[in-house]
């Protein structure tokens, strides 16, 4: 059975950095895209990054220049590097795949989330 199973998560001061994990169960991510998404309270969910299967990367603009997606496929592992935090980046975080490789959009898989909390 497909799993995306998240971790990283947790508390941090503004301006801190954490790192969340997305790895897959069940499953090779190779071929997939891989995002991840974010839900704050009160708030409608939205995507921050992708990365296709070939590498290509995406990331909503208010985290450019702050967040970093990359994938590890021997590890079969995509990471989100989250760097200069604000306490606006404060959600649960979603790990998705989709298999078309090349899109994020409207993904059929999903993981549990992570809840990321940037505060002083």
């Known amino acids: 059975q497909l799993q995306l199973v998240e971790s990283g998560g947790g508390l941090v001061q503004p301006g801190g950095s954490l790192r969340l994990s997305c790895a897959g169960s069940?499953?090779?991510?190779?071929?997939?895209?891989i995002g991840w998404f974010r839900q704050a309270p009160g708030k409608e969910r939205e995507g921050v990054s992708c990365?296709?299967?070939?590498?290509?990367?995406a990331y909503v603009d208010s985290v450019k220049g702050r967040f970093t997606i990359s994938r590890d496929n021997a590890k079969n592992t995509v990471y989100l590097q989250m760097d200069s935090l604000k306490p606006e980046d404060t959600a649960v975080y979603y790990c998705i795949a989709h298999p078309s490789g090349s899109t994020c959009s409207s993904p059929p898989y999903w993981g549990q989330g992570t809840q990321v909390t940037v505060s002083s």
């Open positions: 069940g499953f090779t991510l190779d071929y997939y895209a």
């Open positions: 990365i296709t299967s070939i590498g290509s990367t």
